[in-house]
Nanobody, 124 residues
C-alpha cells in the first residue's frame, strides 16, 4: 500500500487544518489507516487510527476531542480534522496503514506502510 499525505501548513493558535491521506494499492480498503506525528527532538507519537470499515476509532491521549479521523473507502482516503490547534501540535504528521484492518493495532505502533510526512506548524 502506498500512502500520500497532504494538507499540512501554517496555522495560528486556535485554528484548524484538515489532513488527507490518499491510499493506493491492492486491497487498500481492508487496511486500517492512521496518523502519527513527530515533533523536533521527540519520538514519533500516535495521533489517531480507524479500522477498515470506519466503525472503530482510537485517539492519542493528548487529542482530547480536538481531532477527528474519518475515511472514505470509495476514494481510498483518510482524513484528520484538527481543531483548536496549539503550538505543541507543531510536528510532521505521517499517514500509516496496517493490513490487520484494526485501528487498535495501529495505535500500538504496528504499521505496515508509512506515507511521507506533511508539516503542520502552529504559530502563537
Amino acid at each position: 500500500v502506498q500512502l500520500q499525505a497532504s494538507g499540512g501548513g501554517l496555522v495560528q493558535v486556535g485554528g484548524s487544518l484538515r489532513l488527507s491521506c490518499a491510499a493506493s494499492g491492492r486491497r487498500v480498503g481492508s487496511y486500517a489507516l492512521g496518523w502519527f506525528r513527530q515533533a523536533p527532538g521527540k519520538d514519533r507519537e500516535f495521533v489517531a487510527s480507524i479500522n477498515w470499515s470506519g466503525s472503530d476509532i482510537y485517539y492519542g491521549d493528548f487529542v482530547k476531542g480536538r481531532f477527528t479521523i474519518s475515511r472514505d473507502n470509495a476514494v481510498n482516503t483518510a482524513s484528520l480534522e484538527m481543531n483548536s490547534l496549539k503550538p505543541e501540535d507543531t510536528a510532521v504528521y505521517y499517514c500509516a496503514a496496517d493490513s490487520s484492518g484494526s485501528g487498535f493495532v495501529i495505535s500500538t505502533g504496528t504499521v505496515d506502510s508509512w506515507g511521507q510526512g506533511t508539516l503542520v506548524t502552529v504559530s502563537s
